[in-house]
């Protein structure tokens, strides 16, 4: 249907054959050849047949309700001349409340969508598409006050030269930062279907970052993090490692670390054994752990050290030949099952004392012996350490 109204003219003309040309002249559609004379389109006028229209303006549709152009060609397009409509320009909508839409109504579970079809390369319009050739895109304008802008647009191009067995293409987002008007790339789906997103924002919260996620995440292959891989403090919060291989080297086993950081844990850290093959790292406390406490009164006064390892300064009150002397050692950190060690570190005569330890909860009593013949009189330095233990 051609429903062009306002078109002055005789009524109820015939259409011209096929493949006549018409020209708009004088308010109105003329046919090339005199003869036809003027024809006027009405609402209900079909045209059939292969009809050239040349205007500038183009075939106006009336503005009326209900006023449509209807082509109700089926040809289905594959060449840039065949189909069903063929535009060398820009279709334009200037109804901002009437999107362009494609209904489809068929009894089958398919649908339609927009095919752009891209050939030839530099200097050959027929050839075929080149590694780095644009496929299509999408553009989305807006207007800034004076002129329309670009602010994103969707692209695909080539990745490798293209024949009947190589069809690699990549798909490009672009978005425009605030304050900018230089669109950037936001996310590329790669030829081997990889993601990259290319946003340097740094997490700082679970909505705050370069992707935010609002539920989970499944990676079912290797997940290689850049610089830090954290965990915020909530009640609750965990990572979890389902696997279940054992260690048998520093490059196998559920978790591997290949460079040369450290695992920082501020909370309780669970597992089924540690084992360390560094001749000079071991396992042991880092700097933080520790503290020291220096005895006040005699070498019987209680002392009192909250940490897991560190050095008390015993007093330096005389200490008989072969006598012992008990102090008692307050230290939230000492479970009743654990293993406190302590030992003469340094000050006074090395080799004449001997240390025992009796662990409680929250505390151990601390013997140290003089094993001399004589009276030591002596603030000697002792170090300790705690190492959880259990009995079950």
Not at 107 to 133: M, P
Request: aromatic share 8%.
């Amino acid at each position: 249907m051609l429903p062009v109204g306002g078109i002055g003219g005789p009524s109820a003309p015939v259409i011209p054959a096929d493949g006549v040309t018409w020209t708009f002249s004088n308010g109105r559609w003329q046919a090339v050849d005199p003869s036809i004379g003027y024809v006027t389109i009405g609402t209900t006028q079909t045209v059939t047949g292969a009809k050239t229209f040349s205007n500038a303006a183009g075939v106006v549709v009336s503005a009326a309700t209900g006023t449509t152009l209807t082509v109700n060609s089926t040809d289905v397009s594959s060449t840039p001349t065949t189909g069903a409509v063929i535009s060398a320009g820009t279709i334009v909508s200037t109804n901002a409340t009437a999107p362009f839409s494609a209904y489809l109504s068929a009894a089958n579970n398919n649908s339609s969508g927009l095919n752009i079809y891209k050939r030839g390369a530099t200097g050959d319009a027929t050839a075929a598409v080149v590694a780095g050739a644009e496929l299509g895109y999408n553009s989305f304008y807006g207007w800034d006050g004076s002129a329309y802008g670009r602010g994103a647009f969707v692209y695909s191009q080539a990745t490798q030269n293209w024949t009947g067995s190589a069809h690699g293409a990549r798909v490009d987002v672009y978005t425009t930062p605030d304050g900018s008007t230089t669109n950037a790339l936001a996310i590329r789906i790669n030829h081997n279907q990889g993601l990259e997103v290319s946003g340097t924002t740094d997490a700082t919260s679970s909505t705050a970052g370069s992707v935010t996620l609002a539920g989970g995440l499944a990676v079912a292959k290797k997940a290689y993090i850049g610089t830090e891989l954290y965990l915020p403090q909530a009640t609750g919060t965990t990572l979890t490692v389902s696997s279940t291989d054992d260690a048998t080297s520093t490059i196998t086993g559920s978790v591997t670390t290949l460079g040369g950081g450290s695992h920082g844990v501020t909370k309780s850290w669970f597992g089924g054994g540690f084992k360390s093959t560094s001749p000079t790292l071991g396992i042991g406390y880092a700097t933080g752990a520790g503290g020291t406490q220096t005895q006040i009164t005699s070498k019987a006064t209680t002392v009192v050290l909250n940490t897991i390892c560190g050095t008390v300064v015993m007093h330096n009150a005389n200490l008989a030949a072969d006598t012992s002397v008990s102090f008692t050692f307050t230290n939230s950190a000492i479970a009743a099952t654990d293993y406190v060690s302590f030992q003469h570190d340094s000050v006074g005569t090395l080799g004449a004392y001997l240390c025992c330890v009796t662990p409680g909860a929250g505390t151990a009593t601390v013997t140290v012996h003089n094993t001399t013949p004589g009276a030591l009189a002596e603030a000697i330095v002792l170090r300790f350490v705690v190492i959880k233990a259990v009995v079950s």
